[in-house]
């Protein structure tokens, strides 16, 4: 059993995660915003979940964009295991339309919350020499569309700061792994928020259109059996991970519609591998079994 922390479990991912993995034998502190207000019927359905199937969830109040959240929810979470960063939102909409402050408050909660996090709990990981941060990112970290260029800025941000963190936390003992979901059928696009200046979107038709279209394909995926959109998919991939020995996880680890992206890391993936090469820190590239 492990004790694992999970952000963002009001809905999609998280929720899921925490169900599965409490299910599983573990001990999950599910972690959400306005616990008892906004998101109250979530908290209730994953307590009574635990009690319904006698597995071991605790849901705290918890912003990653709070330092005085996290500080207060942290006195109720002892050392964990490993840390699923998973709370986070899209901004959608020409790049001009976002205001300095808006462009702000994605980084905010897709970049420094994650940051946020790992501090709170690395002090316990450093401790025990042994811990598993997994840093939810997304294709959008790996390739780009118009549209959600102040979205892309963030889950790029993700990936080197993952991926320094990484090198930076192996030799403590503590692995660090990116997981990049492609389009899933979870409340990621019905909470997509869009730029407030309408009247500089306005001039940029062609990104609304293309972003119509894109999002009446993702649609028609989503309703497709077939196709890999089901959240479940990424829940196992953070249950193989947190079972994967040391030494054996992937950085990067795509799931579900890649538009590519896996023949993008593969093919970055030596050059990478060369880099760490050249500055000798090729034993830093996770945790050694």
Known sequence: MKKILITGCSSGFGFEAAKYLAEKGHHVYATMRNAAGSNASAAVALQHFATTHKAKIDVIDLDVTSDESVSVAMTRIP?????????????????????????????????????????????????QKSGLIIQLSSIA??????????????????EGLSEAMRYELAPLGIDVAVVEPGPFST??????????????????????AFSAEFGTKTQAAFADEQAPTDPM??????????????????????????????HINDAVEPLRKGVLEAFHLSDWDGVKA
């Not at 699923?84 to 408050?105: D, K, M």
């Open 79 to 127: 050392t964990v295991d490993v840390l699923i960063n998973n709370a986070g939102r899209g901004f959608g909409g020409p790049v001009e339309a976002f205001s300095a402050a808006e462009c702000l408050a994605q980084l905010d909660l897709n970049i420094v919350g994650t940051i946020r996090m790992a501090k709170a709990v690395l002090p316990g990981m450093r401790a």
């Open 233 to 262: 998919i990424v829940v196992q991939l953070f249950e193989a991970l947190i079972n994967a020995p040391a030494g054996s996880r992937p950085l990067r680890n795509v799931a579900g519609l890649d538009f590519g992206t896996r």
């Open 187 to 208: 409340n990621f696009f019905p909470s997509l928020i869009t730029a407030k200046d309408d009247e500089i979107a306005k001039a940029y038709e062609h990104v609304g």
């Open 141 to 158: 970290g790996r390739l780009a569309v118009p549209g959600f260029g102040i979205y892309h800025a963030s889950k790029w941000g993700v």
